[in-house]
């Protein structure tokens, strides 16, 4: 059990990752190098999954992502569901992390790329990504780290089949539920090395 779930929380972490950089790197940098109307809203919009409880959260993406919903998918009790759900419970504290990196970028350059010629795609591609790539990574670590210990999402959305969708803290809870607590241990000692190690490297990156 503890090596499935520790592959299926990789694979979910992974795939979530992804879609919280790609969509959070512009986001982030657009909300921390430019103002415009209504940019506090949407910046809180973006980071009500922070504070929102999770199963809220996942009763929205239940409704998202089932064959009936606006969306039209059918991604319910996959572990691609599982990746969907981490990513969006994860992404305000991805997306946090970025705009400070792209905020720690000195706008004296920017401006004197853009009085070089740079379009603003370009200087956000040569200057202003490579430039706060530290604080990125440091940024993926934290939301690649929060993807593996997602719960009150995740079950709703993927339920916890074993061997399909039950990830690291899905089987701590099913094993949790049994006399058999001896075996959990293996488990939350993964999930508390797993979690100090991201957290170590996203500290000693953004220093």
């Known amino acids: ?26 986001l982030a940098w657009l909300l921390a190098k430019r103002r415009f109307w209504g940019s506090a809203v949407f910046e809180s919009m973006l980071s009500l999954p922070l504070i929102l409880p999770p199963v809220v959260t996942g009763f929205a993406l239940l409704w998202l992502l089932a064959p009936s919903g606006p969306l039209g998918l059918n991604l319910l009790f996959r572990w691609q ?20 990196a792209f905020e ?11 009085n070089l010629g740079a379009s603003p795609w370009q200087g956000f591609w040569r200057l202003s990504l490579p430039l706060a790539r530290r604080g990125l990574v440091a940024a993926s670590l934290l939301g690649f780290g929060r993807a593996l210990g997602e719960f009150g999402a995740t079950i709703l959305v993927a339920g916890n089949i074993p061997g399909r969708t039950q990830t690291i803290p899905l089987a701590i ?30 500290d000693r990156l953004a220093r």
């Open 1 to 26: 059990m503890a090596i499935s779930a520790l592959w299926i929380s990789l694979k979910v972490g992974l795939l979530a990752l992804l879609l919280m950089a790609a969509t959070g790197t512009p």
């Open 104 to 114: 720690g970028v000195d706008p004296r350059l920017e401006q004197a790329a853009r």
């Open 173 to 202: 809870f099913s094993l949790s539920q049994t006399s058999d607590l001896q075996a959990v241990w293996p488990l939350v000692g993964m999930a508390t090395v797993l979690a100090f190690i991201l957290v170590f490297l996203a």
């Open 81 to 100: 569901a599982a990746s969907v759900a981490a990513a969006v419970v994860a992404f305000p504290l991805f997306l946090r992390s970025a705009r400070e």
